[in-house]
C-alpha cells in the first residue's frame, strides 16, 4: 500500500458517501460539518458565507486557520483571498484529482512592545501603521532553528554497536554501554531576555523567538527571565500568559510587574539561552564583561550551557570565556552553526 | 458544535453507549480502560464516523481532563475491536510505537552462551512489538515477527484480557499525549500511519496491516472501514507539525459545561437501584458550579485547570464523606483545595 499523502478532496467524498448518503433531512448541514472536520470547509460553504460567520477580525490571530488544528504562522505571506469550488455531484468521481493549495488565510502581525516602554503619543492627526515584522530568523526554518538553539546532545535508547563493537576488539571491556546520541531538546531551556536600552529593536524578536519556542517545544520546558545588564544584577519572570500558544482562552495580563530576584541558575544540566546584546548596544559593553565571565563560570559548575544570540557581527564581539558560546542572530542563523555552539566540548 | 448535530445518527459506528456498573461497584476510575463509561459529544462521534470512513487518525485536542484518553477504549468495546496504547512521555521515540529489542539481554545471553554452549541465538526472542505492531498484524506480532512453527519466547499481549474475546484483526489504537514527545516524533510516524506498514531493521523483514476481509455478520463499520482506528491526544503543549496535521482527522474537546458535568456523574453513578436523581444529582449539580467558578479562577491566575477526573474524584469524596460543596460546610474549603485547585 502507498504511503497516503495529506487530507483531500477524496476523503470528503468518501466520508459524504459513507455518512450523509441517506440521511435526506440536515443532509446538507451535515455534508458541511463533515467538511469542517476534515478542513476543507471552503469546499462546502461559499466564502462569503464564512467571512459572516461572526469571526472578528481582531480574534483570527487567537484562532487557528482551520479545523486541521494548523495555527497559522506569524510570518506567512498573504495571498489571494480562496474562492470555493464547484464540486461536481458525488457520484461523479471520476473526473476529480488531487487538488493544489490555491490560497492561505490573511497575515495579522502581532507587533508587542516591552512592558517598561511606552510608546510616544503620536501628534493630533497623524495616522500610523505597523510596519511588517520581518523576523530575525528565517520564518521558514523557524522550527529547526529555534529547536537547534536549545536541544542537546543526548544518549538515545539505541545502543551504539559500532562503538561497542569497537572497544570488544580492542580488548576493552566496556565499564558502561554505548548509546548512540541524538539531539533532544527535552532538557528544557531557561531564557534570558536582555532588556537594556541597546535591544530596544529587537524586542519584537525576542517575543517572536520565544513563542516560536513554546509552540515548538513546549511552554512547559520553559522558563523565561527578563534583565537588564547583567543576569546577576537581578531577573524578573516573565508570565507564561506572554508565549504560552493561544490554544485555550487568554488570562487577563497580571496588574502588577513581576518582582525582581535574584537570579538562580537552572537544574543542571539544563541549557540557558540569552537574547540579548552583552552591552555593545550602549558602547559600555566592557564594564560588564567581568559579570558575564562570573555568570558562566556559574553555569559550568552546573553544566548549564549557555548561549548567547547576539544581534551584532562577530567582528563587534568582546572576547569572554569559552564556556559562553555567542552566536550570531541574523538570517545566516542555521541549524548547523547551532549544532556547533551546542556541542560538547 | 452545530445545533444541526445534535440529532447526528451514525450510519458507521452505530449509537456509542456506555454499561451500567453493576450493583455494588465500589471505587469507579475516572480514568477507565475498559471503556465501559463515557460520554460522547455528536460532533466526537461524527469525527470518529470521518476517521473511520476515510481511514485516517483521529487526533482529539483539548485541556486535560477533558475526556480524551478514555474515548478510545470506550470505541474499542462498543465496536468489539482490539485495544492498544502507548502513553507518550519526553523520552517516547517514533520506534517505541513499532518495536523495541532488548540489546542488553541478548549481550548477556550471547556471552553466557559463549562460556556455557548452547543453542544459537534467535534474534526474534528479543523483540517486544509496539502497539502498532500489534494493531497491524497480531498473529506475527505474538510471535515476534517470527514465522509461524518456529519456536519463539513465549510473549503476553498487551491488554490480553480486555482483548481475549475480540476480533484479531480489527484494532483501536490510543497514542497518548504525543505533544509530550521531542518535535521530531510526529514526523517520524508519518510512514507507518500513511502506509500501514514499515520496516523492523533488526530482523530485516517489514510489518503490513494487511486488508482485512468483512465479517459475515459484520458491523457498518467492520465492512466499510479498514478495521483499524488510530486515536492520538495531544494537549497541545507544543504545536504539531503541519505535515502531521495535515493528514489527521482532528476534534477538539471543550470542557463540558455544568449540565453535561453532571450528565457525565449519571454515566459514573448510575447503581442498579439507586435513585440518581435523589441522591446524587443535587450534589453533582452544585459540584458543577463550584468547579466553573475553579476554573475561572485558575485561568485568571494562568494555573493548572481543574477537569472532569478532578470533578469525578470531587463528586466520589462529597458523596461518600458526606461534605456539602457550599461554603457553608467547613470540610468544603479543604476538599475544594485539595481535590479542584491542589495549590
Not at chain 2, 480524551?68 to 496504547?85: D, I
Request: one cysteine or more; glycine letters at 8%.
Amino acid at each position: 500500500m502507498a504511503a497516503r499523502g495529506e487530507l483531500w478532496v477524496g476523503d470528503l467524498l468518501r466520508a459524504w458517501k459513507q455518512l450523509a448518503d441517506g440521511q435526506a433531512p440536515g443532509a446538507s448541514a451535515l455534508r458541511t460539518a463533515i467538511a469542517d472536520t476534515l478542513g476543507l470547509g471552503t469546499l462546502a460553504a461559499p466564502a462569503a458565507a464564512r467571512r459572516s460567520s461572526g469571526v472578528a477580525d481582531d480574534d483570527v490571530d487567537h484562532l487557528p486557520v482551520n479545523d486541521t488544528g494548523a495555527s497559522r504562522a506569524i510570518d506567512e505571506p498573504s495571498p489571494p483571498e480562496p474562492q470555493p469550488l464547484a464540486l461536481p455531484p458525488v457520484s461523479d468521481t471520476r473526473s476529480l484529482r488531487p487538488l493544489t493549495p490555491i490560497g492561505r488565510s490573511p497575515l495579522r502581525l502581532p507587533v508587542e512592545a516591552d512592558d517598561s516602554l511606552q510608546a510616544l503619543p503620536l501628534e493630533s492627526g497623524v495616522s500610523a501603521e505597523a510596519l511588517p515584522f520581518d523576523p530575525l530568523i528565517d520564518p521558514a526554518r523557524a522550527r529547526e532553528t529555534v529547536g537547534a538553539a536549545i536541544a542537546l546532545r543526548r544518549a538515545g535508547k539505541t545502543i551504539d554497536v559500532a562503538r561497542l563493537v569497537d572497544a570488544v576488539a580492542r580488548g576493552a571491556p566496556p565499564a558502561r554501554l554505548p548509546y548512540r546520541a541524538t539531539w533532544s531538546p527535552r532538557a528544557g531551556v531557561q531564557v534570558l531576555l536582555d532588556g537594556g536600552e541597546g535591544m530596544t529593536p529587537f524586542f519584537d524578536d525576542q517575543l517572536w523567538l520565544i513563542r516560536q519556542l513554546a509552540r515548538n517545544v513546549g511552554a512547559e520546558l520553559m522558563r523565561v527571565y527578563r534583565y537588564h545588564g547583567n543576569p546577576l544584577r537581578g531577573v524578573r519572570e516573565l508570565p507564561r500568559q506572554r508565549y504560552a500558544p493561544p490554544a485555550y482562552p487568554a488570562s487577563p495580563r497580571p496588574q502588577r510587574a513581576p518582582p525582581l530576584l535574584a537570579y538562580a541558575p537552572p537544574p543542571p544540566g539544563t541549557p540557558v539561552l540569552v537574547l540579548g546584546d552583552l552591552g555593545l548596544g550602549r558602547g559600555d559593553e566592557s564594564a560588564g564583561l567581568p559579570d558575564w565571565s562570573a555568570w558562566a563560570q556559574q553555569l559550568a559548575t552546573r553544566r548549564c550551557p549557555p548561549l548567547v544570540l547576539l544581534p551584532w557581527s562577530p567582528a563587534h564581539w568582546p572576547k569572554l570565556p569559552r564556556c559562553l558560546a555567542l552566536a550570531y542572530w541574523d538570517r545566516s542563523l542555521g541549524l548547523g552553526a547551532l549544532r556547533q555552539k551546542r556541542r560538547p566540548t | 458544535m452545530p445545533n444541526d448535530l445534535a440529532s447526528y445518527t451514525s450510519p458507521l459506528s452505530g449509537p456509542l453507549t456506555s454499561e451500567s456498573l453493576p450493583e455494588g461497584t465500589g471505587l469507579d476510575s475516572p480514568d477507565r480502560r475498559d471503556g465501559s463509561v463515557y460520554r460522547c459529544p455528536p460532533a466526537l462521534h461524527l469525527a470518529l464516523d470521518v476517521a473511520l470512513a476515510t481511514g485516517r487518525p483521529l487526533l482529539v485536542r483539548g485541556e486535560p481532563g477533558t475526556g480524551k484518553s478514555s474515548f478510545a477504549a470506550f470505541v474499542a468495546r462498543n465496536l468489539g475491536w482490539r485495544y492498544y496504547e502507548h502513553a507518550v512521555t519526553s523520552s517516547t521515540e517514533a520506534r517505541d510505537l513499532l518495536w523495541r529489542f532488548d540489546a542488553v539481554r541478548r549481550l548477556a545471553d550471547a556471552q553466557a552462551r559463549a562460556a556455557l554452549g548452547g543453542t544459537p541465538l534467535n534474534d526474534n526472542d528479543y523483540i517486544e512489538p509496539g502497539p502498532l505492531w500489534w494493531a497491524f498484524d497480531a498473529a506475527s506480532a505474538s510471535r515476534r515477527g517470527q514465522a509461524e512453527g518456529v519456536p519463539v519466547r513465549p510473549l503476553t499481549e498487551p491488554f490480553g484480557e480486555l482483548n481475549a474475546d475480540r476480533d484479531r484483526r480489527r484494532a483501536v489504537v490510543l497514542i497518548d499525549e504525543i505533544d509530550k514527545a521531542d518535535p521530531d516524533v510526529p514526523n517520524a510516524l508519518l510512514v507507518p500511519l500513511g502506509s500501514l506498514r514499515f520496516h523492523v531493521s533488526d530482523l530485516g523483514r517489514d510489518v503490513a496491516r494487511e486488508q482485512t476481509p468483512a465479517l459475515p455478520t459484520a458491523s457498518a463499520a467492520d465492512a466499510r472501514s479498514n478495521g483499524l482506528l488510530i486515536v492520538i491526544t495531544t494537549n497541545e503543549e507544543r504545536e504539531l507539525p503541519s505535515a502531521f496535521l495535515r493528514r489527521c482527522i482532528t476534534v477538539r474537546l471543550d470542557p463540558p459545561d455544568s449540565g453535561e458535568l453532571v450528565e457525565i456523574a449519571r454515566l459514573h453513578f448510575t447503581r442498579p437501584g439507586q435513585d440518581f436523581d435523589g441522591m446524587v444529582a443535587p450534589t453533582a449539580q452544585r459540584l458543577a458550579e463550584r468547579l466553573k467558578e475553579a476554573r475561572d479562577t485558575a485561568r485568571a491566575a494562568g494555573q493548572r485547570v481543574p477537569g472532569t477526573a478532578e470533578y469525578l474524584d470531587a463528586l466520589r469524596a462529597c458523596l461518600d464523606l458526606g461534605i456539602t460543596p457550599d461554603d457553608d460546610d467547613p470540610l468544603w474549603a479543604e476538599l475544594r483545595r485539595i481535590s479542584l485547585a491542589k495549590d
